[in-house]
């Protein structure tokens, strides 16, 4: 059983910055890639960025630049730097994690959702 548990959203105006957070607990043996999704009103699901094991990263273009996803291994958490948001920067965010579970399998796990909302 893992929990990955979100904070940081909330609302904020064109132009602002906001930090995503999330929390990962329970039993495990080892957090492997994370990553960030968002969902908006009317739309699909898709990926913001990732980040590995050794902290290599990937963004989806429409956040270069703007967005920046680190890692505290020792925490067990990933966060999610947002500045200069946009109001399409609207949208639930979730974290993703891939574990390694005490028997020593892979299995990917979803947070609850935390709602971002950027106004013009």
């Known amino acids: 059983q893992v929990q990955l548990v979100e904070s940081g959203g909330g609302l904020v105006q064109a132009g602002g910055s906001l930090r995503l957070s999330c929390a990962a607990s329970?039993?495990?043996?080892?957090?492997?890639?994370m990553g960030w999704y968002r969902q908006a009103p009317g739309e699909q699901r898709e990926l913001v960025a990732t980040?590995?094991?050794?902290?290599?990263?990937m963004y989806t273009t429409s956040v270069k630049g703007r967005f920046t996803i680190s890692r505290d291994n020792a925490k067990n958490t990933v966060s999610l730097q947002m500045n200069s948001l946009k109001p399409e920067d609207t949208a639930v965010y979730y974290c993703?994690?891939?574990?390694?579970?005490?028997?020593?399998?892979?299995?990917?796990?979803w947070g609850q959702g935390t709602q971002v909302t950027v106004s013009s």
């Open positions: 993703n994690a891939v574990v390694t579970s005490t028997q020593l399998r892979d299995n990917g796990y």
């Open positions: 329970g039993s495990f043996f080892r957090i492997n890639a």
């Open positions: 980040i590995t094991s050794s902290r290599s990263t």
